[in-house]
């Protein structure tokens, strides 16, 4: 088992304030039972089929599952305090997500232009070379 690092707090504040901006009311957060269809779909065998095609291995479905369960262990909770309880959760989740590798990562910055790209036409009037005849 892999030890997870520690979460950056200042990124888990920002996602926290995001959250609390798209999650407005205790309504806006995702029900048990929309958690719970997503865990289903997630195993229905065009879900896994597309993954085996897209990512070469079978879904994992175990996070929708963790998610349903926290959402179930919430049931008595007041719906405020579920709603901070589920954005807390989720900023957590994102600030993961945000400092974890990405596919991001592969690409370099660029600080100057390439050279000599588009390329350029030096005489406007000389016949650009047919591709198709």
Request: charged share 35%; hydrophobic share 35%; proline share 10%.
């Amino acid at each position: 088992m892999s030890r997870e690092e520690p979460l950056n707090p200042e990124i888990v504040r920002q996602e926290e304030e995001y959250l609390r901006k798209v999650h407005p009311t205790p309504e806006d957060v995702p029900a048990c039972m929309k958690l719970f269809d997503d865990f289903l779909l997630c195993n229905v065998i065009s879900s896994q089929a597309r993954s085996l095609w897209r990512y070469g291995e079978m879904a994992t479905c175990a996070p929708k599952l963790e998610e349903f369960k926290f959402c179930m262990s919430l049931k008595g909770v007041h719906p405020e305090e579920k709603r901070d309880l589920w954005i807390r959760r989720r900023a957590e989740w994102w600030a993961r997500r945000r400092a974890g590798r990405s596919s991001e990562d592969v690409w370099d910055v660029r600080t100057e232009p390439l050279e000599n790209f588009p390329p350029r036409r030096l005489d406007p009037n000389m016949p650009t070379p047919r591709t198709i005849d």
